[in-house]
């Protein structure tokens, strides 16, 4: 049985959450460089089906790249377990507050494209709130993919006691920004929705 069982622990490995922490921060960097360009856009009724399309498109390539993350994290925690140190904590809560101004943005633009809905073309508009549709999914499939990171790295640590008190605090302020994304989301579907309603589109 001694023997099985040092078979067993020699086929899982340590990693250490530091090997993440590049690739999360380089995240969290690059999306509020985006959030940051997509807030100085002023939509107007006549590029606004471009413009929109422009925005969703970047934020769907985020939105991938975040996933890739989360794939290889996933493939990793198969074969390790994680001793995590608290910059990858810190890491973590960044790119949940880089996401919840990523999701203000898209509420932003659903109010703004709202607001000169009636004066833009039924065919820029439909197009437009189309894309606002998207790149509100993706915003809230990044933010679930993150969620599930952390709770990943967090569920594979093997050094939990150690960092008790950080990773609780992580958790509530990750509850807390992943709660706001989601109000945020929701709300520019539904003024997307009642767009297409109220326009007949």
Do not use: W
């Amino acid at each position: 049985i001694l023997t099985t069982q040092q078979n067993m622990l020699s086929l899982v490995s340590v990693a250490d959450s530091t090997t993440y922490n590049l690739d999360i921060q380089t995240l969290v960097n690059d999306g509020n460089l985006l959030a940051a360009r997509l807030a100085t856009v002023v939509l107007n009724p006549f590029s606004l089906r471009t413009q929109m399309k422009n925005a969703a498109d970047d934020v769907a390539a985020f939105a991938a790249r975040v996933q890739m993350l989360n794939c290889a994290i996933n493939t990793d925690s198969t074969a390790s377990t994680f001793y995590i140190n608290q910059n990858t904590l810190l890491t973590l809560g960044n790119m949940n507050i880089m996401l919840n101004s990523l999701s203000t943005v898209a509420q932003a633009y659903s109010v703004a494209i709202n607001g000169i809905a009636p004066f833009t073309s039924k065919n820029n508009l439909r197009y437009a709130t189309r894309s606002l549709l998207s790149l509100s999914a993706d915003i809230g499939t990044a933010s679930d993919s993150i969620l599930e990171m952390g709770d990943l790295i967090l569920a594979m640590s093997d050094n939990i006691g150690l960092e008790a008190d950080q990773i609780l605090v992580a958790q509530q302020l990750q509850n807390v920004n992943f709660a706001s994304t989601q109000a945020f989301i929701l709300s520019a579907q539904t003024v997307a929705i009642g767009i297409f309603a109220t326009f007949h589109l």
